[in-house]
């Protein structure tokens, strides 16, 4: 059985960082292209990072570029997302999401429940 | 900026109706796009991929259509337990943009 389990969020202040983490089990992690999609409290869903199954290549939402920070541990089966400069907007419920396929040109077809990061002073 | 966008924002129907929400593309993205279902509390649940497919376990009462840049999905009897936001999302390359969701209700 897939299973996706996000942590590391949490209350953060304004200009600082976070790290969350996705721990994944029941498929060969190394195979696909993981991402990250965000849900704002009581809006819709928005996508904001996708790393490549070899992590070579990672793209990023242009509201996060320069500032949040993919990266991936085949060993651990697990995914990461670096929060720099954190803002107000970033506050979230954070999914971790796994590619149908192998390639970044796929949809999800597992998801975690999230993790619920709120950036306020 | 990519945009898709998804219409109705909401709609209620009775159980038993037929419910189409659409989605169209800013520009073309063949046959790339998704639809998934989201509860309240959870994940999204992936329904629909390649703008046709059904993913494996769900009902098949749930279709989709179109391509380019016009897509359909389609519930031909709505049932309670369908009661969900309803996203599309093109997955061709980056941005991977979701539509602003569809908000089905029962009557």
């Known amino acids: 059985e897939v299973q996706l389990l996000e942590s590391g969020g949490g209350l953060e202040q304004p200009g600082w960082s976070l790290r969350l983490s996705c721990a994944a089990s029941?498929?060969?992690?190394?195979?696909?292209?993981m991402s990250w999609v965000r849900q704002a409290p009581g809006k819709g869903l928005e996508w904001v990072s996708t790393i490549s199954d070899s992590g070579g290549s990672t793209y990023y939402a242009d509201s996060v570029r320069g500032r949040f920070t993919i990266s991936r541990d085949d060993s651990k089966s697990t995914l990461y997302l670096q929060m720099n400069s954190l803002r107000a907007e970033d506050t979230a419920l954070y999914f971790c999401?796994?590619?149908?396929?192998?390639?970044?040109?796929?949809?999800?077809?597992?998801w975690g429940q999230g993790t619920l990061v709120t950036v306020s002073s | 900026d990519f945009q898709m966008t998804q219409s109705p924002s909401s709609l209620s129907a009775s159980v038993g109706d037929r419910v189409t929400v659409t989605c169209r593309a800013s520009q073309g993205i063949s046959n790339y796009l998704a639809w998934y279902q989201q509860k309240p509390g959870k994940g999204p649940r992936l329904l629909i991929y390649?703008?046709?497919t059904l993913q494996s376990g769900v009902p098949s009462r749930f279709s989709g259509s179109g391509s380019g840049t016009d897509f359909t999905l389609t519930i031909s009897s709505l049932q309670p337990e369908d009661v969900a936001i309803y996203y599309c999302q093109k997955y061709n390359s980056a941005p991977w943009t979701f539509g602003q969701g569809t908000k089905v209700e029962i009557k």
């Open positions: 390649g703008a046709s």
């Open positions: 029941g498929f060969t992690f190394s195979a696909y292209a």
């Open positions: 999401a796994k590619g149908r396929s192998g390639s970044t040109a796929s949809c999800y077809n597992y």
